[in-house]
Each structure stands twice: as structure tokens, then as C-alpha cells.
């Protein structure tokens, strides 16, 4: 690989999440939309700014799915704060915020078709939403895991990280995801 580019953007990048033409970038301050038409020459757009968070983001349909878990080492002080937001994207230098869930302390997250799964470590497990109706999404069901931190679908596995292991499960019927297998992080 050789650096054709670079810019600045303010500190805490936790994620990067890449959806069409588009590069999100969850940070501690908030979500920037980054241009990157021209891959040589990337140009911020817009800046999604919340509290002081740790901001996952995941992109799909031009909607920006963003957790914000607050009271952690550099995360904001408080968990009331702590939240899954929903943006519409369609137009990236005018985002919307369509809502926001309360959660108890969000980690990862991932999207695929109607189906939003967030790591909630305070409620042990992943949360599943559906979100046909992403200006409401609506809880149907979780898939318990001690510490979940993040989500990686591969249909029909996903693999979901805590802080001891990797956890695989079949998720071919979404509600009803079977255990397959544990890789143990020593």
C-alpha cells in the first residue's frame, strides 16, 4: 500500500465504516462523513457532533446507525447518555437525526437487511432490532453473551467479540440464532 492522502479530523476514531461513496467515522465527539469520490483527495463533509461518547457507526439504505456509551475511560461521564442513534444520511451535508434508543452501555454493532444487532454489555447480550421502520426500530429479541464488545455478520454466522472470547452462532433465523462454537482469547 503507498499514502496518497490524509486528513485531519479531531481525536477518538473508533470506527470506520465505508457506504458508497461515503467513509462514516464514529469518534469520541461525534460522526464525520468523510467524501471520497476521488479516493486521492478525501474532503470532510459534515460532522455528526454528540456528547462525549464512544461512537460505533454502521451505514446502510442511507441510514447511519451510531452507539454512544458514555461513562467509560474517555467515553463522557454519564450512562444516562448512552444511546443508539439513528441518522438519515441521504443527504450527507445535511445528516437527520431520526432518533434516539435508550441502551445501557452499547458497544458494536452491525446491520444487515432489517436487522440491527447491538452489543449492550449492561444487558448482557445482543440486542436485535428491526429496523424496516428505522425513524422507530423495535426491539425483538436478544442473544445472550456475557461482555459482548463487537459483531461481525458473515450470513448466516455471526461472529460477536466479548472480553474473554469469540462466539460464533448461526443467525439463519434471526430470532432463534443457534450457538455453533467459542474460540477462548487467553
Not at 456475557?146 to 458473515?154: G, M, N, Y
Request: hydrophobic share 35%; net charge negative; glycine share 6%.
Amino acid at each position: 500500500p503507498v499514502l496518497k492522502n490524509k486528513i485531519k479530523v479531531d481525536y477518538g476514531i473508533e470506527t470506520i465504516s465505508i457506504y458508497g461513496n461515503y467513509v462514516y467515522l464514529g469518534a469520541v465527539d461525534g460522526v464525520y462523513i468523510v467524501d471520497i469520490n476521488n479516493p486521492q483527495n478525501p474532503v470532510e463533509l459534515e460532522k455528526i457532533e454528540h456528547h462525549i461518547s464512544c461512537d460505533p457507526v454502521v451505514v446502510q439504505n442511507d441510514i447511519a446507525y451510531s452507539t454512544q456509551r458514555s461513562n467509560a475511560v474517555g467515553c463522557g461521564t454519564n450512562w444516562s447518555n448512552s444511546v443508539l442513534a439513528v441518522y438519515d444520511v441521504s443527504d450527507p451535508l445535511s445528516p437527520n437525526l431520526l432518533t434516539n434508543v435508550g441502551m445501557s452501555q452499547p458497544y458494536g454493532l452491525a446491520v444487515e437487511n432489517n436487522w440491527l444487532f447491538v452489543c449492550d454489555e449492561g444487558r448482557e447480550g445482543v440486542v436485535i432490532f428491526d429496523v424496516s421502520d428505522p425513524s422507530n426500530p423495535e426491539e425483538k429479541g436478544k442473544i445472550n453473551i456475557d461482555q459482548p464488545r463487537d459483531i461481525i455478520l458473515a450470513h448466516p454466522y455471526m461472529i460477536i467479540s466479548s472480553k474473554t472470547a469469540f462466539k460464533i452462532y448461526n443467525y439463519s433465523n434471526v430470532l432463534e440464532a443457534t450457538y455453533v462454537s467459542t474460540f477462548k482469547l487467553d
